[in-house]
């Protein structure tokens, strides 16, 4: 998708009137707001637009000049090789900034994570993932709040729910989503058998109380007494709580904190952000289809990875990359090439479907 002139010249008539109307000081409240926004999602693509468009009219001032003075044409020649090298990168750099933007990319996320078939080895997996995550989270300058967790008996997690906040959290995170397999000799093995065994990861945007209603009327509030590893804290009173959103059957439940009141707040909170994922899917229909088509975000039951231990290494079954490194993934800085190279194959392939 290369961008005409015309359009580089929009793009910078656009910015500078946003520039001009921010720093006009006669913006307030909302209109500020909603100027600053459009202001910040502008910006990186006006700021390549510049580029393409001050490399272009070089490119075309130096084949003119070349032109009229034959004497220039050499030294002209190695400047009009370096310009028509970069320009298609350049442009290529512009064609992905203006790729429509997913709404929920700033927004910060709920991270959830269950042990899934492997019993007690599925659970340290759960936990070895939590681990991965938040050591990820810790390098991008993140925040990572644990909302509820049921622990098992050896250590690992039959479930974690995390609240995780920072800038472009769900961006990077939205294609963890799905089923993570590992394949390991588990610490409870004597034999020193290969086990298999997975974990599924679900990452949701995070809402506001504006685009998510919650009727009181909805909703089945029950209390009961808090039970389970790590729960025996609070096994003397009812502060455990389980709510039940009735029109869509949703439920949630949090017994982590003493204070019920605590525990219904969390739960809400993980509620509100089901409820949104499930009215995102819903509203984008075909759309939602496709963009989990692209690197497969999304569906929980799609197994997307492998971490392989005796071997040392991961795969991601997606894009087909492997990376034999598996401590660094686990440690959270191999993680990072892993997100990295999903967003590019995300970007590829959504620019080859706009230009197809």
């Avoid at 350049?90 to 203006?98: G, K, S, W």
Wanted: proline content about 3%; overall charge negative; hydrophobic content about 40%.
């Amino acid at each position: 998708m290369i961008l005409s002139d015309d359009r580089l010249r929009q793009i910078a008539h656009r910015f500078g009137e946003l520039e001009a109307r921010l720093a006009s000081g006669t913006l307030e409240g909302d209109a500020f707001v909603a100027a600053s926004r459009d202001y910040a999602e502008l910006e990186p693509v006006a700021r390549v637009a510049a580029e393409v468009a001050a490399m272009r009219g070089e490119l075309a001032d130096i084949q003119s000049m070349e032109e009229s003075d034959p004497e220039m044409r050499a030294l002209a020649a190695e400047e009009v090789a370096r310009l028509k090298g970069e320009l298609p990168e350049r442009e290529r750099q512009l064609a992905i900034a203006m790729l429509p933007r997913d709404s929920a990319d700033q927004r910060p996320a709920m991270l959830e994570i269950r042990a899934g078939t492997g019993g007690d080895e599925a659970a340290l997996f759960a936990a070895d993932l939590y681990r991965m995550y938040e050591k990820y989270a810790a390098e991008q300058g993140w925040r990572v709040e644990m909302v509820s967790a049921n622990a098992s008996d050896v250590g690992g997690f039959k479930e974690v729910v995390a609240n995780v906040t920072g800038t472009g959290v769900f961006a990077k995170l939205k294609f963890e989503s799905g089923v993570h397999r590992v394949q390991r000799v588990p610490v409870t093995e004597s034999g020193g058998r290969i086990h298999t065994s997975a974990a599924t990861v679900a990452v949701l945007p995070e809402p506001t109380e504006v685009d998510v209603q919650i009727e009181d009327k909805d909703l089945k509030i029950d209390i009961y007494r808090a039970s389970g590893a790590g729960g025996q804290h609070v096994n003397t009173t009812d502060s455990a709580v389980r709510i039940t959103h009735l029109p869509t059957d949703i439920v949630v439940t949090c017994q982590d904190e003493r204070s019920q009141h605590k525990n219904k707040a969390k739960a809400m909170q993980v509620l509100r952000a089901r409820l949104y994922e499930k009215m995102r899917d819903e509203a984008q229909g075909a759309e939602a289809e496709a963009r989990k088509a692209m690197v497969g975000s999304g569906d929980r039951s799609e197994r997307i990875r492998t971490y392989n231990f005796p071997q040392g290494r991961v795969t991601d079954h997606r894009i087909n990359l492997t990376l034999h490194r598996l401590p660094e993934v686990l440690e959270g800085t191999g993680l990072g090439e892993l997100i990295n190279a999903l967003i590019a194959e995300d970007e590829a392939k959504r620019l080859a479907a706009m230009d197809g």
